[in-house]
């Protein structure tokens, strides 16, 4: 099979120099695991339903960290989205992934990391024909260390009130499900900012 930047992105090196494919968690409507499935397979249309994260992290003046993801990433390069998203391996708590992944792609490990609930979706990808049908959990917590992104999965970083967030969105293009979980977190983020922060 020939590598595409898609089967790339969905193996991974064992280590002996060959690739073996990466595995997500199948769950259903209620979030009880139920098998897993290869990365790329779960995100071909119409999807299968899997485990994944978000994270959002914020500064002490209450500012969202966004990432915009790397323009070789084989789904949604070059949008802006939440500061971290991706998918527990089977077996792995969310909170877990959360943070190793936080700390894998922005060189920096959260503080406060909490729990801010779950959310589903199924959320088409029209530029790559990919889905996304995720069982999302969603954490919130604080960036209190340098960002220092990981540049073949982060194309740039900025730190935003909620007021340069709606700017932004209307005039830049954002991830196909930055604003469901966004919305999903809001009584989380509030509860970490305050209202004074107007998230």
Wanted: charged share 20%; with cysteine; proline share 8%.
């Amino acid at each position: 099979m020939p590598t595409t930047p898609a089967t790339a992105a969905s193996s991974a090196s064992n280590g002996t120099g060959t690739q073996e494919p990466i595995m997500l968690e199948l769950v259903d409507e209620s979030g009880n695991t139920i098998g897993t499935a290869e990365k790329l397979s779960a995100h071909q249309a119409p999807g299968q339903l899997h485990r994944a994260f978000s994270v959002f992290l914020f500064d002490e003046q209450g500012r969202l960290l966004l990432q915009q993801r790397a323009l070789g990433k084989y789904h949604s390069p070059g949008v802006w989205s939440n500061t971290c998203c991706g998918h527990p391996y089977p077996g792995e708590s969310p909170f877990a992934a959360a943070a190793r992944r936080t700390h894998e792609e922005l060189g920096l490990s959260p503080s406060l990391l909490a729990e801010a609930g779950t959310v589903r979706y199924n959320h088409p990808d029209p530029a790559s024909g990919l889905v996304e049908q995720e069982f999302n959990h969603l954490f919130v917590g604080l960036a209190q260390a340098a960002v220092r992104p990981d540049p073949e999965e982060v194309g740039d970083t900025a730190f935003v009130t909620a007021a340069e967030l709606a700017k932004r969105h209307a005039e830049a293009p954002f991830s196909a499900w930055f604003m469901t979980v966004l919305d999903a977190a809001r009584p989380a983020i509030r509860e970490l900012t305050g209202d004074a922060a107007g998230w």
